[in-house]
């Protein structure tokens, strides 16, 4: 009987949470093989380095992320509730795997290739913010003219939250119920600057 084990899937899964626990620096094939419960040729064979291993896991992540805010901003007709909505997800969300691991795409080296794989997947939250802010725009909803600059000032804004708040999780301080709190007033309090 032909086994139905998803290996290359089991990879996947298992390096995602290493990643998160332990970054991609402090990961090696050897955890990775380990984690999985199967021979370095059998990782080999579906992958060819710990770098294309996590290509896929960010690659999968931010795909199920895209597709989350994509269903929920599809249940809302107005642009001011859709830029609330996904701040609200973006901070909900604090303790998907993908976003401990996202900020070391930063500050490791990885090739060309790799590196625009990375910027396509973190450049579709800038595609859809800046389309609900043209929106806002043409339906005379905001203020300003230019939705790349809104989108950048409102994306800069919802990461350094939830950086303080990643923070607080990882300091164990008990802070983050009181910062996801302030997140949601810095949402508002953006929506209130720019709204007609």
Not at 9 to 37: C, H, P, R, W
């Amino acid at each position: 009987m032909k086994s139905t084990r998803n290996t290359k899937q089991e990879i996947v899964n298992a390096s995602l949470e290493l990643f998160a626990s332990k970054g991609y620096g402090g990961t090696s094939m050897n955890d990775i093989i380990s984690a999985v419960g199967i021979s370095k040729g059998s990782v080999y064979w579906h992958f060819k380095s710990k770098e294309e291993i996590f290509m896929q896991v960010i690659t999968e992540s931010y795909a199920e992320w895209i597709s989350l805010v994509n269903s929920e901003l599809a249940l809302i007709d107005d642009p001011i509730d859709k830029l609330r909505k996904y701040g609200e997800l973006f901070i909900a969300t604090i303790d998907m795997p993908v976003w401990r691991i996202s900020p070391e795409t930063y500050w490791n080296e990885f090739s060309a290739e790799n590196r625009k794989i990375l910027d396509n997947c973190f450049s579709q939250d800038d595609i859809i913010l800046q389309g609900i802010f043209q929106e806002a725009i043409d339906q005379n909803l905001i203020s300003g003219e230019d939705p790349e600059k809104l989108m950048w000032i409102y994306i800069s804004s919802l990461e350094g939250m939830f950086e303080k708040i990643i923070l607080s999780y990882k300091n164990q301080d008990n802070n983050h119920e009181k910062l996801e709190h302030y997140a949601a007033s810095g949402i508002e309090l953006f929506l209130k600057t720019i709204v007609r």
